[in-house]
């Protein structure tokens, strides 16, 4: 079994479940100031923030709807979602996101207020790398708060009773400490951590690299921003190596992998997986409508959010290996037979479903059913978004696939999944290395940053990016490389793209928007329920308010 972080709940922890409550729990005599006075007690607050990346990681929708690369499921029709339409709000649509992110700042706060009250207790190494790790988690939250909803409170130690006048502090600030806990961090983390899972100097580095080079877009960006956030990704990248995609995600997946600068642990061990990882649900359609496909083995049950957009689908040369049939889908096998099909009995493993790469017509649908029995649909690509019976069916994203999700009862409990979420991998350092090198103008260093990533992908001579690469290139690469994964709605704000990308490619986004997009979704609203435990909090322009 592989070694993982105790991510143990602190029995006595003060836990401020959002950053504007306070909920103490002591179930015995024993106050939390006599239980956290040793250096094992203190590791199990520093093991909180990391067993709450967990929860925080699954919150998928603020990352990914309203971009380029994910579509909802169902019609453009249907009634609206906000986050991917950029229609009106009711103001708490982002309180699960909010939550999540301020419950890692909490965690870590505490670990770091309540170590250095103990630090004679805790070996000094431990204590140097421990307060470094709880730095750059904190850091890691705070750009999703300050991206999302722009100014932000700021806490940076234990709250310690309950406190209803949280104000927000301004974007520049909070840019300001998550630079000085990110430069801290680095000076105090081992350049490989001695357990696989923490944070380690290449993941604050990629992290500041990150933070710097969006920094760099903004009004109140500091000089030497884009030339700093060049530096720490160059240094992360020296610590991590590319591997293979089957190592990544498929048959030869190894977690431990030298790609992987950072990720949210899962084991195998059902009893500590906290319901496991989900991202195995992810990017298929309801498999179950149709013959064949009932919720078992390869299939299993789905999550149903999300739709990759025609644009994802078409972006793969025919022969990049990232769009082979084992990380995208374009025939749907039965996972049980059937005697349903209109083409013939179905058994077990028999193609019901083909999505062609190329729209195929009429009469070669028919030639391909004739040849193919019991081929039950054949979906060409201008088809993904219509209903088939009760479902649209669309090419899966396969590269989540999880062999080790064997168990579902239908007792309405999700069968767990084991492999861990990247959070961070040297892929996604190189895309914003060359993000950053098309910014300083220097767009052939940026190519091969991209050609580095086809030619690990299998692809040659003319499928190679030639001359200086644009901003579009990067974007294009990153969405091949990264589906699932990173923060595209960040990448796409980052780089001032968002609202172009979404209207071009995102049919509920270009249904719903048949002009330009307000400027206020460039935030998302601070939750309601937020404003009303603390009324001095304001509420970002154009949303609803109490």
């Given at each position: ?25 002591n179930?015995s ?17 520093v ?21 380029d ?19 009106a ?12 992110n ?62 209803f ?9 909070v840019?300001t ?13 081992p ?63 190894q ?5 992987v ?52 689908l ?7 290996y ?8 374009r ?41 193919n ?119 796409l ?9 979404a ?44």
């Amino acid at each position: 079994m592989k070694k993982i972080i105790n991510y143990t709940a602190a029995i006595l922890l003060l836990v401020l479940t959002y950053s504007c409550s306070l909920d103490e729990v002591n179930p015995s005599s024993v106050t939390s100031d006599e239980y956290f006075v040793t250096q094992s007690s203190y590791e199990e607050l520093v093991s909180e923030a990391y067993r709450n990346l967990r929860p925080l990681l699954q919150n998928t929708t603020h990352m990914w709807y309203g971009t380029d690369m994910y579509d909802r499921t169902g019609v453009i029709n249907d009634i609206q979602l906000p986050l991917n339409d950029y229609t009106a709000f009711t103001g708490n649509e982002s309180q699960d996101w909010w939550a999540a992110n301020y419950t890692v700042v909490t965690k870590a706060n505490v670990a770091l207020t309540r170590g250095a009250a103990i630090e004679s207790e805790i070996t000094p190494d431990i204590y140097a790398t421990r307060t470094g790790e709880l730095l750059a988690l904190r850091a890691y939250a705070y750009l999703n708060l300050v991206e999302t909803f722009g100014a932000v409170p700021l806490l940076t130690s234990e709250v310690k009773e309950a406190t209803f006048n949280f104000t927000r502090n301004s974007e520049e600030e909070v840019y300001t400490q998550i630079v000085k806990d990110l430069t801290q961090a680095i000076s105090q983390l081992p350049d490989k951590p001695k357990d696989y899972g923490r944070v380690g100097k290449a993941m604050a580095e990629h992290l500041l690299g990150k933070v710097l080079l969006t920094r760099s877009y903004k009004t109140y960006a500091q000089p030497n921003d884009l030339a700093d956030a060049v530096k720490a990704l160059q240094s992360s990248m020296s610590k991590s190596s590319l591997t293979t995609w089957d190592v990544l995600f498929g048959d030869s997946y190894q977690y431990d992998n030298s790609e992987v600068i950072f990720a949210a642990r899962y084991s195998t061990d059902n009893t500590v997986n906290k319901n496991g990882n989900n991202l195995y649900q992810q990017f298929k359609f309801a498999t179950e409508n149709y013959p064949g496909g009932a919720l078992t083995a390869p299939y299993w049950k789905r999550d149903n959010s999300y739709q990759p957009t025609s644009y994802v689908l078409n972006l793969y040369a025919a022969n990049d290996y990232r769009a082979s049939e084992r990380f995208l889908q374009r025939h749907i096998v039965a996972a049980t037979s059937s005697t349903q099909g209109s083409n013939g009995a179905i058994a077990k493993g028999d193609v019901v479903v083909y999505l062609p790469r190329v729209a195929m017509t009429d009469a070669e649908i028919a030639d391909y059913k004739s040849a193919n029995k019991p081929t039950y649909y054949v979906v060409n690509p201008d088809q993904y978004h219509q209903f088939f019976g009760t479902s649209t069916i669309y090419p899966i994203i396969w590269k989540f696939y999880d062999p080790t999700v064997v168990v579902w009862t239908n007792d309405g409990v999700d069968p767990q999944g084991h492999r861990d979420t990247y959070i961070f991998r040297r892929a996604e350092t190189m895309m914003l290395l060359a993000e950053a090198y098309v910014k300083q103008g220097q767009g052939a260093a940026a190519t091969e940053l991209i050609n580095a990533l086809r030619q690990r992908a299998k692809l040659t001579d003319g499928d190679l990016l030639t001359g200086n690469a644009t901003l579009e290139d990067v974007l294009d690469e990153s969405a091949r490389e990264l589906f699932g994964e990173s923060n595209r709605w960040m990448d796409l704000k980052r780089t001032g793209t968002l609202f172009t990308r979404a209207v071009q490619y995102n049919v509920f986004t270009a249904h719903n928007n048949s002009g330009a997009i307000d400027s206020r979704y460039l935030v998302r609203p601070i939750p309601l329920t937020e404003i009303v435990r603390s009324p001095t909090l304001t509420q970002n322009t154009g949303y609803p308010n109490i």
